[in-house]
């Protein structure tokens, strides 16, 4: 059974960083393409980012382009997003994603992932 855990998220002002760790269990992350999600209140889950399996390949939602990065390490079964410059409107649930995959894709689509956190709170304060 895969499951996936997101931890780091918190309160930050508005301008700080935060940056989120998802760790993967039952089986190994370099067969899943990874990807965070985010989801405000009132509001439609949204693509953020996304890695290919050997973290060769990126995507980005234009809106965190240039402020977010995506990374992973195939050897601790982790996935990180590194959130700079954060805005109020970033504020939201953050959920981790695996997509199982066997060649060099980056999906951007909720619906090519299997696998979901439960997700953790990134509050922004203006």
């Known amino acids: 059974q895969v499951q996936l855990v997101e931890f780091g998220g918190g309160l930050v002002q508005a301008g700080g960083s935060l940056r989120l760790s998802c760790a993967i269990s039952?089986?190994?992350?370099?067969?899943?393409?990874m990807g965070w999600f985010r989801q405000a209140p009132g509001k439609e889950r949204e693509f953020v980012a996304a890695?290919?399996?050997?973290?060769?390949?990126?995507s980005y939602a234009d809106s965190v382009k240039g402020r977010f990065t995506i990374s992973r390490d195939n050897a601790r079964n982790l996935v990180y997003l590194q959130m700079n410059s954060l805005k109020p409107e970033d504020q939201a649930v953050y959920y981790c994603?695996?997509?199982?995959?066997?060649?060099?894709?980056?999906?951007?689509?909720?619906?090519?992932?299997?696998?979901w956190g439960q997700g953790t709170q990134v509050t922004v304060s203006s």
């Open positions: 994603a695996a997509a199982t995959s066997s060649g060099s894709y980056v999906y951007t689509g909720g619906r090519y992932y299997d696998y």
């Open positions: 039952g089986h190994s992350i370099m067969y899943y393409v």
């Open positions: 890695i290919s399996r050997s973290g060769g390949s990126t």
